[in-house]
């Protein structure tokens, strides 16, 4: 835990310093990224919320996720990181119902590659029938599945995604948002490899902008 705690102080000071020294930031809001306005509230206290939008039926999304579990491995222990799933049409908020009734049984992160999986390599994944049978790989029947698609708790997550993903300014996925601040994605970025390097000056930038001013000492007369 020190040795990681140390580690991410090292990469906030070396990524914000960096940029002190040249004057000029490596990344500039409007083009590497964009701007939330107004910003988004979060819901990970003190920590850095990192959000990626994204949909099983995408298949960007799919080749994007071995990035992000590489990333996950490695993130700063500031951050917190969540999936939220785009509702842009009834299929994909059939996708959407899946993974917060995963999240509701507590399953969502083991189902998460079977997910994709069946939707872009096995191809057996139609509705949230086909859908069911995999969360039963994961010790849950398929009428708790199905019940769970349902409940109030999963109803209310999808109305949050319905009502922020357009507040974030989404039209598109993946998308990372990064403190309700600041939008993220592979166009943005200069490819899909590289969104990840934009994120960590971003979280860099949060991280320093958290830390208490240090008073000046008073001169001696």
Known sequence: MLTRLLATAAFAL???????QVGVEPYQAGTQYFLIDPPQPTSTGDKVEVVEVFSYACIHCAHFEPQVQ?????????????????????????????????????IADKAHQDLFDGVHVRRDVRNLEDIAK????????????????????????????KQIIPRYG???????????????????????????DVVNF??????????????????KS
């Open 14 to 20: 070396v990524s914000v310093s960096a940029c002190a």
């Open 70 to 106: 590489a990333w996950k491995q490695k993130m700063p222990a500031q951050v917190a990181f969540t999936y939220m799933p785009a509702v842009f049409n009834p299929s994909w908020e059939t996708f959407a119902r899946a993974y917060y009734a995963g999240e509701v049984l507590g």
């Open 134 to 161: 995999i969360y039963t790989k994961y010790g849950k029947t398929e009428q708790q599945f199905l019940d769970a698609t349902k409940s109030f708790g999963v109803e209310m997550k999808i109305n949050r995604a």
């Open 170 to 196: 989404v039209d598109g996925t993946p998308s990372v948002i990064v403190a309700g601040k600041y939008r993220v994605t592979g166009g943005s970025a200069g490819g899909m490899e590289k969104v990840f």
């Open 202 to 219: 971003l979280i860099a930038k949060e991280i320093a902008a958290k830390k208490p001013a240090v008073a000046a000492t008073p001169a």
